[in-house]
């Protein structure tokens, strides 16, 4: 029997950029306190959420996926669009133990922005931050890869805990199917607090969870399927980037709808972790799993992919400003007796209309 008590108000959820954004629209529908930040107004007006969990970062109109910009923005001013969205979300957030900054690591804004309030927000709040992200899928740009190291690269540097939620872009082409999967997920796991008598995965073993430093994936299994062998293969085969296959991992908790489900044999496919928890009696098999290296494997073939194309990166960014067209072309002065008289452009509308 699950708990009827409320917690969704101790989980808080900022989206940053579009992918950050249509996540907090998914985890909306749950009912849990969202907010959506962009640099582009645009993306915000497309986003169908009440419009109060807006927030349009000041002087802002995109980030066209160049990380810097999104940076350089919140860097005006002495840094005041910054100091102004941390204060917003700690405002927002204040009642929440745990905040979620969800975004894309192969965008511009998302990718940019979560990394550095999480550094923020756990230099000046005693809440758990963790974060969702996805990776970019197998058809993505160059600069989607080259941001998503810069991502990582960051996202390591950050020391303190909060687990770390990686979506692979390659596992469905529908991206909006891919975050509510998640959501349902994670808000099964949130709520995974039972009552029985045999044993519950308690709220301070959630947050255990969840504080852990590192990757962390949570799945939902109806009780009718949930099986020790399926609950394995679903560690494996899912919407997240795949686990190391180095046995590292800190927590694992696993709350049983059904008898079929063995931990032992779970922790034998993982790796031990410092500690399991365990419950009962629930609607659902979920099951988390939390402190994970990070992707190594996977971030080690974008690297490749972007290495195998810096010739050509090279090439792109250089061509458009070398000078190729040389050479005189005064053979016209022969043909045309009067040049006609060339007026002065002045408003940016005539360079418009051409
Ligand atoms: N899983 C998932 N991926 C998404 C979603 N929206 C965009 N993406 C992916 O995110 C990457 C692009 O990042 P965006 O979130 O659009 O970028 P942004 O943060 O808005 O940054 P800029 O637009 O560059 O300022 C691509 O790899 C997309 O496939 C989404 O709703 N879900
Ligand atoms: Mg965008």
Same mark, same amino acid.
């Given at each position: 029997?699950?708990?009827?008590?409320?917690?969704?108000?101790?989980?808080?959820?900022?989206?940053?950029?579009?992918?950050g954004g249509n996540m907090a629209k998914s985890v909306h529908v749950k009912e849990y306190p969202i907010m959506a930040a962009n640099t582009a107004q645009s993306d915000l007006n497309g986003l169908d959420?009440?419009?109060?969990?807006?927030?349009?970062?000041?002087?802002?109109?995109?980030?066209?996926?160049?990380?810097?910009?999104?940076?350089?923005?919140?860097?005006e001013n002495n840094c005041e669009n910054f100091d102004l969205l941390i204060n917003e979300i700690?405002?927002?957030?204040?009642?929440?133990?745990?905040?979620?900054?969800?975004?894309?690591?192969?965008?511009?804004?998302?990718?940019?922005?979560?990394?550095?309030?999480?550094?923020?927000?756990?230099?000046?709040?005693?809440?758990?931050?963790?974060?969702?992200?996805?990776?970019?899928d197998d058809n993505a740009s160059m600069k989607e890869y080259m941001n998503c190291y810069e991502f990582f690269q960051e996202l390591e540097t950050i020391e303190g805990g909060g687990a770390t939620f990686i979506i692979d872009n390659n596992k469905n082409k529908e991206k909006l199917v891919l975050n509510?999967?998640?959501?349902?997920?994670?808000?099964?796991?949130?709520?995974?607090?039972? &009552?029985? *008598?045999?044993?519950?995965?308690? !709220?301070?073993? =959630?947050?255990?969870? +969840?504080?852990?430093? $590192? @990757?962390?994936?949570?799945?939902?299994?109806?009780?009718?399927?949930?099986? &020790?062998? *399926?609950?394995?293969?679903?560690? !494996?085969?899912? =919407?997240?980037?795949? +686990?190391?296959?180095? $046995? @590292?991992?800190a927590n694992i908790a696993l709350v049983n709808s059904?008898?079929?489900?063995?931990?032992?044999?779970?922790?034998?496919?993982?790796?031990?972790?410092?500690?399991?928890?365990?419950?009962?009696?629930?609607?659902?098999?979920?099951?988390?799993?939390?402190g994970c290296s990070l992707p190594y494997k996977k971030l080690e073939e974008i690297k490749q992919k972007i290495e195998d194309n810096k010739d050509t990166i090279k090439r792109n960014l250089t061509a458009t400003s070398e000078r190729k067209l040389t050479g005189s072309i005064d053979f016209l002065g022969d043909i045309t007796a009067e040049k006609p008289k060339t007026e002065k452009r002045k408003s940016t509308r005539d360079l418009l209309f051409l």
């Open positions: 029997m699950d708990t009827t008590m409320n917690v969704k108000g101790w989980y808080g959820f900022v989206g940053l950029g579009q992918m959420i009440p419009e109060e969990s807006k927030y349009h970062i000041l002087g802002g109109y995109g980030s066209s996926k160049e990380r810097k910009k999104a940076k350089q923005l919140l860097a700690k405002e927002r957030f204040k009642d929440c133990r745990v905040i979620f900054l969800m975004g894309s690591s192969g965008g511009g804004s998302g990718s940019a922005i979560v990394p550095a309030i999480k550094m923020r927000l756990q230099a000046e709040t005693d809440k758990i931050i963790c974060v969702v992200t996805c990776t970019p509510e999967q998640f959501a349902c997920y994670l808000d099964a796991f949130l709520n995974c607090e039972t &009552t029985s *008598t045999r044993g519950v995965v308690d !709220r301070a073993e =959630i947050e255990n969870v +969840l504080s852990q430093r $590192g @990757v962390c994936i949570v799945n939902k299994q109806g009780s009718d399927k949930a099986a &020790t062998q *399926t609950v394995i293969e679903r560690i !494996r085969d899912n =919407i997240y980037v795949p +686990l190391e296959n180095d $046995g @590292v991992v059904n008898n079929n489900v063995r931990l032992n044999e779970i922790i034998e496919s993982v790796g031990k972790p410092l500690a399991t928890f365990e419950g009962w009696e629930s609607d659902a098999t979920v099951l988390a799993i939390s």
